[in-house]
């Protein structure tokens, strides 16, 4: 089975979250991993599986306003730098070129660790555009965290890892029931 990775990633953690869930995915299915910018040539019916992540901004998935802040930031901080693939558009621009699709798809953020009910859940806000978009969800979306100082908290890319081998089985025995 075929499955895309599409992510939005400012500092770096949602890139770098993107492709451990890849290398769990692997372990059972052909994957392909892609910026939302280099994913708007793909043709989404070739997939049997979609996972979406980008970072949370302002309690919920990012907006040109708060993309534009986190450029500001790393420019203003050296301590910040901008993944590469940051340009371009963001995740909310990107789910108006999704047209509607009948695959599984799963969802996951990067966000502070603290209570989400603090930070807010990008995943949430891109699980909910994804079922508007006629997908059906593999699983609950899903989060990983980093600290105040922007980096990935300790294990969680391996978590990440092995959340992708989870949605690798779980995609198997969706896939087996149909």
């Known amino acids: 089975m075929r499955v895309l990775v599409v992510y939005e990633s400012m500092y770096g953690n949602t890139h770098a979250i993107a492709d451990h869930i890849s290398e769990g ?3 059972r299915h052909e994957v392909l991993t892609a910026s939302v910018r280099d994913s708007l040539e793909t043709i989404f019916d070739e997939f049997d599986l979609l996972v979406v992540g ?3 901004h302002v309690h919920g998935v990012s907006t ?27 995740l909310r621009d990107w789910f108006k070129t999704v047209d509607g699709h009948r695959s599984l798809a799963v969802a996951f953020d990067t966000r502070l660790d603290a209570s989400a009910a603090m930070t807010g859940r990008a995943a949430k806000g891109i699980a909910r555009r994804l079922r508007r978009h006629g997908y059906r969800l593999l699983g609950e979306p899903e ?7 922007n980096h990935l908290l300790a294990g969680e ?15 198997t025995e969706a896939m087996s029931t149909h």
Not at 143 to 148: I, N, R
Not at 161 to 168: D, F, N, S, V
């Open 143 to 149: 989060s990983f965290l980093v600290d105040k100082q």
């Open 157 to 171: 890319a391996d978590r990440a890892e092995r959340w992708g081998e989870m949605m690798a089985t779980a995609l």
């Open 64 to 90: 040109w306003a708060t993309r534009k802040a986190a450029r500001e930031a790393a420019e203003a901080d050296e301590g910040l730098d901008l993944d590469p693939e940051s340009g371009g558009l963001g």
């Open 25 to 27: 995915l692997r372990s």
């Open 54 to 56: 980008g970072p949370t």
